[in-house]
């Protein structure tokens, strides 16, 4: 799904979802090329993961780290890293 940023902000909602495990990746695409733009290893765009205090520069992120269970109604913040 695709957010539009407003004031350094953006809210995507998903509608009825199945009960289960899901993890969030975000991009913020800032050229607009469909892809994650990377330096030498890193992003150079911004990204944002679900649990990401599990994951590191030098831990790579997978669903595994990034998972959650959805049993209910959830609402999560995810900041984006602009690394």
Request: without cysteine; hydrophobic residues 35%; glycine residues 8%.
């Amino acid at each position: 799904k695709m957010g539009e940023i407003i004031n350094k902000s953006s809210t995507v909602s998903f509608e009825e979802l199945p009960l289960g495990n899901y993890a969030v990746n975000i991009l913020h695409d800032e050229n607009k090329d469909g892809k994650i733009d990377k330096g030498w290893i890193l992003p150079i765009e911004g990204i944002g993961f679900s649990n990401i205090e599990t994951i590191s520069p030098f831990n790579k992120p997978n669903f595994n780290k990034a998972s959650f269970e959805l049993n209910e109604d959830k609402k999560m913040t995810i900041n984006i890293l602009y690394l």
